[in-house]
Nanobody, 124 residues
Framework: QVQLVESGGGLVQPGGSLRLSCAAS????????MGWFRQAPGKEREFVAV????????YYADSVKGRFTISRDNAKNTVYLQMNSLKPEDTALYYC?????????????????WGQGTQVTVSP
């Protein structure tokens, strides 16, 4: 299938910004909807954002709406998550994932390929 590698995580102060990248290999991502999920210690993995296979539609969790933006560049085989106005509650391990459901999903079980995750820590 498709291999995914996240990058761009790190330590940032509240109110700051980070841009996560997800580089794909093995297959083009043009036939997949792409999503971002996150998981904090002791909590379940939760949906963050998804973008359809052609980039025509996006959907966000209420907790990040207006602050995060998902985008994709199929020519570069890469998906991005721009995170602005970061809050301590955004601290988590962020995962990129791919699904054959072309318009995407918010359900973890619908995503068949996952990256290893990149850590985002928001702290003063």
């Amino acid at each position: 299938q498709v291999q995914l590698v996240e990058s761009g995580g790190g330590l940032v102060q509240p109110g700051g910004s980070l841009r996560l990248s997800c580089a794909a290999s093995g297959r083009t991502i043009s036939n997949f909807a792409m999503g971002w999920f996150r998981q904090a210690p002791g909590k379940e993995r939760e949906f963050v954002a998804v973008i359809s296979w052609n980039g025509g539609s996006t959907y966000y969790a209420d907790s990040v709406k207006g602050r995060f933006t998902i985008s994709r560049d199929n020519a570069k085989n890469t998906v991005y998550l721009q995170m602005n106005s970061l809050k301590p509650e955004d601290t988590a391990l962020y995962y990129c994932a791919a699904t054959i459901i072309m318009y995407g999903s918010t359900r973890r079980a619908d995503f068949g390929s996952w990256g290893q995750g990149t850590q985002v820590t928001v702290s003063p």
